[in-house]
């Protein structure tokens, strides 16, 4: 595979005073900004740099050593991968158009691309960066997540009322799962026996049995439920409501709701601290991360990133 290695243009840092009253030094927080063709760093002391990419930075993930960054262009055949040491950035092709899904396996050894036109997943050597294989999907996929004690990786596909399931030791090896309503976003607690799936055009949350592949339970949650996550300890499911500009939160044991969060509007991804003390909620139409104290459900500080934020990661 040919990778082109792109010299950084711009590495903008913002002003510390950008930063909201009540900022206290946390972990690192890597966002990225569609609408500035960005990739926001936010260090421990508060202050923000910005890394110029280009093209539309969609989805993201952090290796588990905290040294990449994986991003998804959603508007080419490509993929950056950023050091967060140096902030070099290199450029990845990608087999089809449109990578849009992406999560790294536990061990940090692969990174997982979905990408929609062509119909495909790509996985790449997170050391080397180069493509692995390929493998051609029964559908479109969205959003990609892998299985915390399995070697599974999960995916929504576009417009389907099903979702796929491939052997990550066998990729060629998919399955669906049927359900009732069209899955957008996923993910695992844990101990990978729970798999939260958010319905798109409902107020709709299923819960899964992942290793018994079939749903054991629902929740209700805002207008248009939209993307997940799971607290670090299990114990909680976060679910931005992109209709209706708020986070619902649920009980993961109990499968009910302990309460809603006003964040903005439109809420995209969530990432909690190490800790989870803390979520970080980005809200795209207020061009923040909100942050959010995980115990009471109070925002402590919303911090501007730039035009049109939409993934976020914490490491």
């Given at each position: 595979m040919t990778m082109v290695?792109?010299?950084?243009?711009?590495?903008?840092?913002?002003?510390?005073?950008?930063?909201?009253?009540?900022?206290?030094?946390?972990?690192?927080?890597?966002?990225?900004?569609?609408?500035?063709?960005?990739?926001?760093?936010?260090?421990?002391?508060?202050?923000?740099?910005?890394?110029?990419?280009?093209g539309r930075p969609h989805n993201l993930a952090v290796s588990p050593d905290g040294r990449q960054a994986?991003?998804?262009?959603?508007?080419?055949?490509?993929?950056?991968?950023?050091?967060?040491?140096?902030?070099?950035?290199?450029?990845?092709?990608?087999p089809g158009q449109g990578p849009h899904g992406l999560a790294l396996t536990p061990d940090g050894r692969r990174a997982l691309v979905a990408y929609e036109a062509g119909s495909g997943l790509a996985l790449f050597d997170a050391a080397t960066l180069d493509l692995v294989r390929h493998v051609s999907l029964?559908?479109?996929?969205?959003?990609?997540?892998?299985?915390?004690?399995?070697?599974?990786?999960?995916?929504t596909t576009l417009g389907a009322r099903h979702l796929l399931v491939m052997n990550?030791?066998?990729?060629?090896?998919?399955?669906?799962?049927?359900?009732?309503?069209?899955?957008?976003?996923?993910?695992?607690?844990?101990?990978?026996?729970?798999?939260?799936?958010?319905?798109?055009?409902?107020?709709?949350?299923?819960?899964?049995?992942?290793?018994?592949?079939?749903?054991?339970?629902?929740?209700?949650?805002?207008?248009?439920?939209?993307?997940i996550a799971i607290t670090p300890d299990g114990r909680q499911a976060w679910v931005s409501?992109?209709?209706?500009?708020?986070?619902t939160v649920f009980d993961v044991a109990a499968r009910r709701r302990i309460r809603t969060i006003q964040v903005g509007q439109f809420p995209h991804h969530i990432a909690f601290s190490p800790d989870g003390r803390l979520a970080y909620v980005v809200s795209e139409g207020q061009d923040e991360v909100v942050i959010v104290e995980a115990a009471t459900g109070t925002v402590r500080v919303r911090l501007p990133v730039g035009r049109r934020p939409h993934g976020v990661a914490v490491r």
């Open positions: 290695i792109l010299l950084i243009a711009l590495v903008a840092g913002l002003a510390a005073s950008s930063v909201s009253p009540g900022w206290a030094a946390g972990p690192r927080v890597v966002v990225t900004v569609e609408g500035a063709g960005e990739l926001a760093v936010v260090e421990p002391d508060g202050k923000v740099e910005a890394i110029r990419l280009g994986w991003i998804t262009d959603s508007s080419a055949t490509r993929i950056w991968v950023v050091d967060l040491a140096s902030r070099e950035v290199r450029s990845l092709a990608t029964p559908s479109p996929p969205h959003n990609v997540a892998v299985a915390p004690t399995r070697p599974e990786a999960w995916l990550l030791e066998d990729p060629e090896r998919v399955d669906r799962v049927a359900v009732a309503g069209t899955p957008h976003d996923l993910a695992f607690t844990p101990d990978g026996r729970q798999l939260w799936v958010t319905l798109w055009k409902s107020r709709r949350v299923l819960v899964l049995d992942a290793p018994g592949r079939q749903v054991i339970g629902e929740v209700e949650a805002g207008e248009t439920p939209h993307h409501n992109h209709g209706g500009g708020e986070v």
